[in-house]
């Protein structure tokens, strides 16, 4: 078997290429069939590329397949947006993130496939629809909101478990069986139906491709160790995904190919894996009883697998590429947790899949473990041990809150025990829920800018197209008659509930768009109820329905709202009028008052009541403010508490806050300390995170501390870490992730990058190589509270 450290080290030596091919079958097969239904537009347009886009076997893998036909590579999605169409010459010369691409592909695009988009995105469609007003707001810095599915919508579960169990056949069965039982009037059901069955099918001769292409190569090779390697994947891809998996290689493989067609249907953002413990782990036990692997050849399988989800490389704009990372696809997969009936569900395939985390750790797969109050120990102690190094990049959920929380928002027990996570923390059921779980992200700290000038806008910015004065919200109360912190967080609340409701108003145009021009049907063939129903994903075919907005800047308001409180209504130091003058102003020629508001203010992540009620309180406003919302596909909003990059974009544009910030520098991230603000140790951050009320957060949060990597020594220091995390999960806390590398190292990974290829580190809710990141994103971590022993 390969040398899996190795082919890491290759990967980590080549540079991302942005392949035309998709966006080249794509296009010749919507010229060729313009005029018929929308949803066999897009069922035929993934057959012409699945059939047509290049195969590659790279050196020495195991798992094969790519959703491009780079070794490392990001599609073009000219269906979407064209926000990265300016930008494409200077892709390649950018300083972060850039993107190789041929010169003769870059004609291709610019020539023949962008004329054809012009005016075709979902982006342009939307724009058409939405009001003068809120499309001059939507996506512009200094209006408070990122829309995101203007670049397509990823962050889905699908049901990986059914496609081991039955394979695609077995899903084409069920499609043939509802196409002989369907109401002859029914024509959009029946157009789900078939175009679903095309897919399918699409996926399995995409396969069998493959295993032509690996015949190929077993022709020419030479060594007999790879030509049995060889002849054992062609096999495989012969047999699935069309048929069911029988053997733990085969079902790696044929999730695999489900998971990169899915990407190259829709979009290659958090398409996630779930709790691949559950539904692989009888495999591999099989395999391991009959001899047919060791444990050894179990783990190097499963390297192989969690390398190649590092083939996808999402290429953004370079407003993208601050916002959310785009060089990362955010595939998440999670083990561990409790069944239905609160059993432990820990197998040996759980504790493999952290070693083979620990050896080959790149930024793919953003890899979750699932905690509860009867958790192994043994597994406990392993979990403990990986976190407290930093080895895993892990992070941890809790059952006992997560799954209460789904359940009181109308998820059976059943469904919510069987939980997985999207992308980031998103949660969702695998192949039940359609969640649009990264829908958009709602600068809560622009809100508060808005109730301290009665809906305007406070201050001037260059980056921003809006002046100050200009009316941004609603005409609330002059803060200058406000005699309590509760008139203002009156105020506060009307301007986020004026931005929810901007906001949804954008999204449900986009709802329905993406309905109309951007069905689904290979992914809707895995989500439950869409064939039962005849109804796409994107038509509200899924057993759940739902759509995610995430709110940005919890302790930076948090924090002003203490300062205020305490500052003006309690002590009376300073007036509302001083405060806002120098806010206006970025505090310049007020730094005694800045300095005032730093360090003599209550801070939330300090144990504090004082800030960390009024944080509760902006995360409750912002949630219920999301929760009474319907959305288009027939589901509800949910909200969730975690910021991709979004907070050091937001941050650009608003003004100094109250809390002490100065203009242009980060917000808060997820439910995390403001940057540098906690200073009392982790037992009080976790503390203060604890007084949230984390069972509004349905769609999930983000909680990053960061530890010296000296914090937890040995095995003492991994008994501690897990004294730290059941401690805080017993409290009520939902997640907990944290980042176990000290400021020197940062700074030198900032300085001489090449030394520090894989040095991962956790923004927010993912896992990145730092070299990667934007210096804005390198500054803002390095900004953070590093505990030391």
């Not at 988009?117 to 003068?132: C, K, P, V």
Request: hydrophobic share 40%.
């Amino acid at each position: 078997m390969p040398d899996t450290l190795k082919m890491k080290e290759r990967l980590l030596g080549l540079m991302p290429e942005i392949c035309v091919e998709r966006a080249r079958y794509l296009t010749r097969s919507y010229q060729e069939t313009e005029g018929k239904p929308e949803i066999l537009r897009r069922a035929k347009a993934l057959d012409e590329i699945l059939s047509n886009i290049t195969v590659n076997v790279w050196p020495d893998e195991l798992i094969v397949g790519g959703a491009t036909s780079k070794e490392v590579g990001g599609g073009f999605y000219p269906d979407c947006n064209g926000r990265i169409w300016p930008e494409l010459e200077s892709v390649p010369d950018r300083d972060t993130n850039p993107f190789s691409i041929q010169p003769q592909e870059l004609r291709e695009l610019k020539e023949e496939i962008i004329p054809y988009w012009t005016g075709q995105t979902i982006e342009d469609y939307a724009r058409s629809l939405w009001s003068q007003e809120l499309s001059e707001r939507v996506n512009v810095l200094g209006s408070g909101m990122i829309l995101t599915e203007v670049a397509g919508l990823g962050h889905i579960l699908l049901d990986h478990s059914r496609v081991v169990r039955e394979g695609l056949n077995g899903v084409i069965r069920e499609i043939e069986k509802r196409l002989s039982e369907i109401d002859a009037g029914n024509e959009d059901g029946k157009s789900l139906l078939e175009a679903a069955k095309i897919t399918c099918k699409a996926v399995i001769t995409f396969a069998r491709r493959h295993a032509d292409k690996v015949d190929e190569l077993v022709r020419r090779e030479t060594s007999e160790e790879r030509k049995k390697e060889l002849e054992e994947i062609g096999r495989i891809c012969r047999k699935v995904p069309a048929e069911p998996a029988e053997t733990f290689w085969e079902s790696l493989q044929s999730i695999y190919f489900v998971h990169i067609a899915a990407q190259i249907e829709d979009y290659e953002k958090s398409i996630s894996f779930g709790g691949i413990d559950r539904y692989l782990g009888h495999l591999y036990d099989r395999d391991l009883e009959s001899g047919r692997l060791t444990r050894e050849e179990a783990q190097t399988l499963l390297e192989c697998f969690y390398l190649k989800l590092n083939t996808t490389a999402p290429c953004f704009d370079y407003a993208g590429d601050l916002g959310f990372c785009s060089i990362q696809s955010a595939t998440n997969l999670i083990v561990g947790g409790v069944d239905q009936d609160g059993n432990d569900v820990v197998n040996d395939l759980s504790f493999l899949a952290i070693d083979a985390r620990e050896r080959v750790c790149m930024h793919e797969p953003n890899f979750g473990v699932r905690i509860h109050k009867n958790t192994n120990p043994e597994f406990l102690r392993r979990v403990s041990k990986s976190a407290a190094t930093g080895e895993g990049h892990l992070q941890l959920f809790n059952d006992d809150i997560i799954i209460q929380s789904l359940v009181e928002w109308g998820i059976t027990r059943a469904d919510a025990a069987d939980y997985g996570v999207i992308g980031c923390v998103e949660l969702g059921i695998p192949g039940r829920t359609f969640s649009s779980a990264n829908a958009a992200l709602l600068d809560l700290s622009y809100c508060l800018e808005l109730a301290l000038n009665r809906g305007r806008k406070l201050a001037d910015n260059m980056m921003s197209p809006f002046e100050a004065g200009k009316q941004m919200g609603l005409e609330t109360d002059d803060p200058r008659e406000m005699r309590s912190i509760d008139d203002l967080i009156e105020a506060f609340a009307g301007q986020v509930e004026f931005l929810v409701d901007q906001m949804v108003a954008g999204m449900e145009v986009l709802a329905r768009v993406h309905s109309e021009h951007r069905p689904l049907p290979f992914i809707s063939s895995l989500v439950e109820d869409c064939l039962s129903k005849g109804a796409d994903v994107m038509w509200g075919g899924a057993k759940y329905n739902f759509t995610a907005i995430q709110g940005i800047g919890m302790a930076t308001v948090g924090d002003s709202l203490a300062a205020i409180d305490k500052l003006v209504f309690q002590e009376k130091k300073i007036s509302i009028d001083e405060l806002i003058d120098a806010l206006a102003n970025n505090f310049e020629g007020s730094e005694p008052l800045r300095q005032l508001l730093v360090n003599k203010c209550p801070k939330f992540g300090n144990d504090d009541d004082a800030a960390d009620t009024l944080s509760a309180r902006a995360l409750e406003i912002f949630c219920n403010a999301v929760r009474t919302q319907k959305s288009y596909r027939g589901g509800r909003y949910q909200p969730g508490f975690f910021s991709s990059n979004g907070h050091v974009a937001f941050g650009l544009t608003n003004p100094a806050s109250p809390s002490g910030r100065r203009m242009g520098e980060p917000l808060s991230v997820g439910v995390s300390p403001s940057q540098g603000m906690n200073t009392r140790g982790p037992t009080a951050a976790l503390n203060s995170a604890a007084k949230l009320d984390f069972k509004l957060i349905t769609n999930g949060s983000a909680l990053n501390l960061e530890f010296s990597p000296s914090f937890f020594p040995g095995e003492e220091g991994a008994e501690d870490f897990a004294n730290l995390l059941q401690g805080f999960f017993e409290l009520g806390g939902m997640h907990l992730q944290c980042n176990m590398v000290s400021r020197e190292t940062l700074l030198a990974a900032k300085e001489t990058p090449e030394l520090y290829r894989d040095l991962l580190v956790r923004p927010a809710g993912f896992s990145v190589c730092f070299v990667n990141l934007n210096t804005l994103i390198q500054d803002e971590i390095i900004s953070r509270t590093e505990y030391q022993p």
